[in-house]
């Protein structure tokens, strides 16, 4: 389901592939996901997400909830098994190496979770977007709730957060989610073009760069994180 390659110069390539549930992750997926992101190799200047003609629908809910239950009913503590699905999303770890995603197609849910989380964004012109976790009765807290008004804005986060709705690539360029809109298929392309182009200069400086910008940025990410966790709890055990 997630395959690991190096198809430039210290570029990682990290692909969903499961295409016939247009890329949809069940537990297994999400673990083999954060498995991918702490065997990334010391000397890698640069890793690239992606998912080929989707990039994630999001969690697999026909499967999902019942993994999880069956997961900690067999004894895994309840904090491991949603530690490795936050692992997935880079929700609470921060990688040194910069991190580019190459967005076609559905970008819902989990996988918009896991796209907010990249440092550069590159759609295709026909991807769309959504958290539509709210029609399901819960919230985005794969790092959203906390992160995206960071990101967008908190009008725009709180649209996209409350409806529900899928927006446009354009509109999200608009929004500033993503940095660049493509010709639909091109994303990879493109996004691959950026990574060696940012593998290729001082890992000392790229790491710098990334340490001090984000530093900034989060602030008391943490404690946002927390809020979004308690509040995610409250949700779900209404």
């Excluded at 969903?16 to 065997?39: E, I, K, Q, V, Y």
């Excluded at 986060?157 to 809109?181: H, K, N």
């Excluded at 091109?186 to 910008?213: C, S």
């Excluded at 940025?217 to 709890?233: F, H, M, P, W």
Aim: aromatic fraction near 6%; proline fraction near 5%.
């Amino acid at each position: 389901m997630i395959h690991v390659s190096e198809p430039r110069p210290r570029v990682r390539l990290v692909t969903l592939d499961r295409p016939a549930r247009r890329n949809a992750l069940d537990l297994a997926g999400f673990r083999a996901l954060a498995a991918a992101w702490r065997s990334v190799p010391a000397g890698t200047g640069a890793v690239v997400v992606t998912g080929g003609s989707d990039f994630s629908s999001g969690a697999d809910l026909a499967t999902f909830s019942g993994d999880v239950a069956a997961a900690i009913r067999g004894g895994e503590p309840a904090a491991d098994v949603w530690a490795d699905v936050h692992h997935a999303l880079l929700r609470d770890v921060v990688l040194e190496v910069p991190v580019l995603a190459a967005i076609e197609g559905v970008c819902f849910g989990a996988g918009m979770e896991l796209a907010g989380a990249a440092d550069i964004r590159i759609a295709g012109e026909s991807a769309l977007f959504a958290l539509p976790e709210v029609r399901h009765g819960f919230i985005a807290s794969g790092g959203s709730v906390a992160r995206l008004p960071r990101q967008i804005g908190y009008p725009a986060a709180m649209q996209v957060m409350l409806t529900g709705e899928r927006f446009g690539a354009d509109r999200m360029r608009e929004w500033g989610f993503v940095g660049e809109v493509v010709p639909e298929g091109a994303a990879l392309d493109r996004t691959l073009d950026l990574a060696e182009l940012i593998a290729g200069h001082p890992a000392v400086a790229v790491r710098g760069i990334k340490r001090a910008v984000g530093a900034g940025v989060r602030g008391t990410l943490a404690d946002a994180y927390g809020i979004e966790s308690k509040v995610s709890d409250e949700v779900l055990n209404g």
